[in-house]
């Protein structure tokens, strides 16, 4: 099976890579920045410089691509955080285009190859539901993703149509906070959650690796958040 992912090269979408390759697949990572590729040790895969949030490049990263099987959407925008009455609303618009518009743009330029057996997995995030203050932006860009979700599925079938919703994993999403607070602040949401601690990358990537090999799973939105909804339960 040939996976394509999407912001392939760092954190979710790299250990989605890595196990793809180890179950035998062929894979296309790609991303933005070239340094990323080989810091990522992505042995036995493709990478592939992609901004996917110029739609004329995917448009013609797909025709060059051919057939596909499975599409891994992992773009992150970093922006749209914050409370409402500070937050910026061209942050919160750079939020959309950094994630929501490359994760759409992605599937559709994908759809004249995929195999109409294949699967599409959109990443979201738990902020679209986490119900925490500073964080309205930011949900309404992951519900966003999601809402479309069993839509999707519906009117692509056979095609599957799926989501994984990461709660806080450490990746280098994360580096742009300094080390001493991360480790604060994980230490801080990790006592939050149910499973006392913040998600590695592999539990993400073994949650894609189920959406998109399970054939019998479709319109579905896969919380992998360590037990976020728990919290006041
Ligand atoms: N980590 C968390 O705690 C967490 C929580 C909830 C949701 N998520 C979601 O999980 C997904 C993966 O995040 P992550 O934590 O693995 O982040 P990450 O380590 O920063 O990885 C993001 C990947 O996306 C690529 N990317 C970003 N913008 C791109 C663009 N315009 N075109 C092509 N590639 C692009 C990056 O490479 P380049 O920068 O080189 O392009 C990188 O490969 C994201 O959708 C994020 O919102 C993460």
Same mark, same amino acid.
């Given at each position: 099976?040939?996976y394509i992912i999407i912001g392939g090269t760092s954190?979710?979408g790299l250990?989605?890579a890595?196990?793809?390759?180890?179950?035998?697949?062929?894979v296309v990572s790609a991303g933005r920045d070239p340094?990323k590729f080989?810091?990522?040790?992505l042995?036995?895969a493709t990478t592939v410089q992609l901004d996917a949030?110029?739609?004329?490049s995917v448009?013609?990263f797909f025709?060059a691509q051919?057939?596909?099987?499975?599409l891994v959407l992992c773009v992150?925008?970093?922006?749209?955080?914050?409370?409402?009455?500070?937050?910026?609303?061209?942050?919160?618009?750079?939020?959309?285009?950094?994630?929501?518009?490359p994760?759409?743009?992605c599937?559709? =330029?994908?759809? $004249?190859? &995929?195999?109409?057996?294949?699967?599409? /997995?959109? @990443?979201? !995030?738990?902020?679209?539901?986490?119900?925490?203050?500073?964080?309205?932006?930011?949900?309404?860009?992951?519900?966003?993703?999601? =809402?479309?979700? $069993?839509? &999707?599925?519906?009117?692509?079938?056979? /095609?599957? @149509?799926? !989501?994984?919703?990461?709660?806080?994993?450490?990746?280098?999403?994360?580096?742009?906070?300094?080390?001493?607070?991360?480790?604060?602040?994980?230490?801080?949401?990790?006592?939050?959650?149910?499973?006392?601690?913040?998600?590695?990358?592999?539990?993400?990537?073994?949650?894609?690796?189920?959406?998109?090999?399970?054939?019998?799973?479709?319109?579905?939105?896969?919380?992998?958040?360590?037990?976020?909804?728990?919290?006041?339960?």
């Amino acid at each position: 099976m040939k996976y394509i992912i999407i912001g392939g090269t760092s954190g979710i979408g790299l250990a989605t890579a890595k196990m793809a390759v180890e179950a035998g697949h062929a894979v296309v990572s790609a991303g933005r920045d070239p340094a990323k590729f080989a810091a990522a040790q992505l042995v036995g895969a493709t990478t592939v410089q992609l901004d996917a949030s110029d739609s004329g490049s995917v448009q013609r990263f797909f025709r060059a691509q051919g057939h596909l099987d499975h599409l891994v959407l992992c773009v992150s925008g970093s922006s749209g955080a914050g409370l409402f009455r500070e937050l910026d609303l061209d942050d919160l618009r750079n939020g959309f285009e950094g994630k929501f518009w490359p994760q759409i743009s992605c599937a559709k =330029a994908a759809l $004249p190859t &995929l195999n109409p057996a294949g699967s599409i /997995t959109f @990443v979201g !995030a738990i902020s679209s539901r986490a119900l925490k203050p500073g964080t309205a932006g930011l949900a309404a860009i992951n519900a966003a993703l999601e =809402a479309m979700v $069993p839509i &999707l599925a519906s009117e692509l079938r056979p /095609t599957r @149509v799926n !989501a994984v919703v990461p709660g806080v994993v450490d990746t280098p999403w994360w580096s742009r906070v300094p080390e001493a607070a991360k480790k604060e602040l994980f230490e801080q949401l990790a006592s939050e959650v149910a499973v006392g601690r913040v998600g590695n990358p592999e539990d993400l990537a073994s949650a894609i690796m189920f959406v998109t090999q399970n054939t019998f799973v479709t319109g579905t939105i896969l919380d992998c958040d360590g037990g976020w909804k728990l919290k006041n339960a």
